[in-house]
């Protein structure tokens, strides 16, 4: 025990008489303690502390008219405060929690050694914070299971930042790519309709092919914006489905890419389930993807193949393949296929949710000729 120039004086709190009594009688016993009062209940403590000024109070947990735990908070908040040590049959964690946040110095089981409450009286005395071994144990084993709950919410906290910033940079990079993609059939819209306008004596070919120029311009813009939509709108997107000819469709998005010459189909004939704009615009997507990859001179091609109720529409480019990296993501937003141009890198992510929304699904794979082939699987019409 640190040697002190005067007794330790000790205010004794408990309800019970005898336990009361017993401690007080042990402690008055030792040298350099002096007890110099005993409280039943909390408010009782807190009058004595005011008139006694002790240097530690042993105080119970539960008590009548105030409890332990209120009453360490009040006395903790008096100037200068004495030390509280929380005396008390219960162990629950959360009960040393809560009388150490009410301001206890230490945590004491009745029950203890006469030793050890003299030991932590002393403790708690001289500054030092005093808990029984018995609460120490799962104490300590719920304050790492706190710190191991802190630390995955940190982690987790970190994860959802980084992803928060990647998204970010995801969104800040697409406004960009949509602002130059847009940008680019405005200007040649804009610029052949100005020239349209401002020049008077052009000749009859060189006036059709500046319309068929500003067409392109404004299909190419349908597009980007049908896209767009279909990305922001996601699976609240409503389609209508109904028997549609399916090379109608295609040959609609061969007008639409002005790619007369290099695409070939076989599918004429074929019904398939579908909402008629949304097919021509998985149709042109597709097809638009296939034709920026395959070399001048081949071509394009679409073969249809029906299996019971199902009906594949294979859409077969003479382009590089995919590695296998690529196969994985290619249908995710932001996924530019090899060797094609730059753009949104969405137009497969609409394709497959627009497929989805008509009760289809899309594949890809390498073929054997060395390009890769993307699959259309729709319901049959006539099934």
């Given at each position: 025990?640190?040697?002190?120039?005067?007794p330790?004086r000790?205010?004794?709190?408990d309800?019970e008489?005898?336990?009361?009594?017993?401690?007080?009688d042990?402690l008055?016993?030792?040298?350099?303690?002096?007890v110099v009062g005993?409280?039943?209940?909390g408010?009782?403590?807190i009058e004595?502390?005011?008139?006694?000024?002790?240097?530690?109070?042993l105080?119970?947990?539960?008590?009548?008219v105030?409890?332990?735990?209120?009453a360490?908070?009040?006395?903790?908040?008096?100037?200068?405060?004495?030390?509280?040590?929380?005396h008390?049959?219960?162990?629950d964690e959360?009960?040393?929690?809560?009388?150490?946040?009410?301001g206890?110095?230490?945590?004491v089981?009745?029950?203890?050694t006469?030793?050890?409450?003299?030991?932590?009286v002393c403790?708690?005395?001289?500054?030092?914070?005093?808990?029984?071994?018995?609460?120490?144990r799962?104490l300590v084993?719920?304050?790492?299971e706190?710190l191991?709950?802190?630390r995955?919410?940190?982690?987790?906290?970190?994860?959802?930042?980084?992803?928060?910033?990647r998204?970010?940079?995801?969104?800040?990079?697409?406004?960009?790519?949509?602002?130059?993609?847009l940008?680019?059939?405005?200007t040649?819209?804009?610029?052949?309709?100005?020239?349209?306008?401002?020049?008077?004596?052009?000749?009859p070919d060189?006036?059709r092919?500046?319309v068929?120029?500003?067409l392109?311009?404004a299909?190419?813009?349908?597009r980007l914006?049908?896209?767009?939509?279909v990305i922001?709108t996601g699976?609240?997107?409503?389609?209508?489905?109904?028997?549609?000819?399916?090379g109608?469709?295609?040959e609609a998005a061969?007008?639409?890419?002005?790619?007369?010459?290099?695409v070939?189909?076989?599918?004429?004939?074929?019904?398939v389930?579908?909402?008629?704009?949304?097919?021509?615009?998985?149709?042109h997507n597709?097809?638009?993807?296939?034709?920026?990859?395959?070399?001048?001179?081949?071509?394009?091609?679409?073969?249809?193949?029906?299996?019971?109720?199902?009906?594949h529409v294979?859409v077969?480019?003479?382009?590089?393949?995919?590695?296998?990296?690529?196969?994985?993501?290619?249908f995710?937003?932001?996924?530019?296929?090899?060797g094609?141009?730059s753009?949104l890198?969405?137009?497969?992510?609409v394709?497959?949710?627009?497929?989805?929304?008509?009760?289809g699904?899309?594949?890809?794979s390498?073929?054997?000729?060395?390009?890769?082939?993307v699959?259309?699987?729709?319901?049959?019409a006539d099934?």
């Open positions: 025990m640190t040697q002190r120039t005067e330790l000790v205010l004794v709190v309800d008489e005898s336990i009361r009594s017993a401690v007080a042990f008055d016993d030792v040298a350099g303690i002096d005993r409280a039943a209940d408010a009782e403590a004595m502390v005011s008139a006694l000024t002790p240097h530690v109070v105080m119970d947990l539960r008590m009548p105030m409890n332990g735990i209120e360490t908070h009040r006395i903790t908040t008096l100037g200068p405060a004495p030390a509280v040590l929380m008390s049959a219960y162990g959360s009960l040393v929690l809560e009388a150490f946040q009410a206890a110095r230490g945590y089981l009745k029950g203890s006469a030793s050890d409450v003299v030991t932590a403790n708690v005395a001289s500054g030092q914070a005093h808990i029984s071994d018995e609460v120490t799962p084993a719920k304050l790492l706190a191991n709950r802190e995955q919410t940190r982690v987790a906290a970190q994860e959802a930042a980084d992803l928060l910033e998204v970010s940079a995801q969104q800040r990079e697409f406004a960009i790519q949509a602002a130059h993609e940008r680019t059939p405005l040649m819209l804009l610029g052949t309709l100005e020239m349209l306008t401002d020049v008077d004596d052009l000749d060189t006036a092919s500046l068929r120029s500003a392109r311009a299909r190419r813009l349908r914006t049908e896209d767009l939509e922001a699976d609240l997107l409503e389609l209508r489905l109904e028997p549609v000819l399916v109608g469709e295609v061969i007008n639409d890419l002005d790619a007369s010459s290099k070939v189909h076989d599918v004429d004939g074929v019904r389930m579908a909402d008629p704009a949304r097919l021509r615009q998985v149709l597709v097809m638009s993807n296939a034709l920026a990859v395959s070399p001048d001179g081949s071509s394009v091609r679409l073969l249809a193949e029906r299996e019971e109720r199902l009906v294979d077969v480019d003479g382009g590089p393949g995919f590695e296998p990296s690529v196969l994985e993501a290619l995710e937003p932001f996924t530019q296929k090899p094609a141009p753009g890198g969405v137009g497969l992510a394709v497959r949710n627009l497929m989805s929304h008509m009760d699904y899309v594949q890809a390498n073929n054997d000729a060395g390009g890769a082939t699959r259309l699987t729709f319901s049959a099934r």
